[in-house]
């Protein structure tokens, strides 16, 4: 069993970044595939972005490519999200997630590949 917990979300003006950091409980961190996905009002789940294992291989979302950047830290049980030149449409719930089918983080980008999920922080960019 993993629990997650998510912090760093906020307001912000369009073009400002923001660090989301989730923290996992258990002993097994470095075994799970992370990933971040978030949810806007009205809209279904969808995926922001995954990293393998040992943290040498990510995959992102078109929509945020070259503006958010997600990492690990296994020694601390924590990944996170950096995210740069924020959109209005980046408004959304960001959800923290762990999937057991590492090690490879590739095509895990769907909402059922996911076996742990936080309880999710709100972030909201203003125009």
């Known amino acids: 069993q993993v629990q997650l917990v998510e912090s760093g979300g906020g307001l912000v003006e369009a073009g400002g970044s923001l660090r989301l950091s989730c923290v996992a409980s258990?002993?097994?961190?470095?075994?799970?595939?992370m990933g971040w996905f978030r949810q806007a009002p009205g809209k279904e789940r969808e995926f922001v972005a995954n990293?393998?294992?040992?943290?040498?291989?990510?995959y992102y979302a078109d929509s945020v490519k070259g503006r958010f950047t997600i990492s690990r830290d296994n020694a601390k049980n924590t990944v996170y999200l950096q995210m740069n030149s924020l959109k209005p449409e980046d408004t959304a719930v960001y959800y923290c997630?762990?999937?057991?089918?590492?090690?490879?983080?590739?095509?895990?980008?769907?909402?059922?590949?996911?076996?742990?999920w936080g309880q999710g922080t709100q972030v909201t960019v203003s125009s």
């Open positions: 990293i393998g294992w040992s943290g040498g291989s990510t």
């Open positions: 258990g002993r097994t961190f470095s075994t799970y595939v």
């Open positions: 997630a762990a999937s057991q089918r590492g090690p490879r983080n590739y095509g895990l980008d769907l909402n059922t590949q996911y076996d742990y």
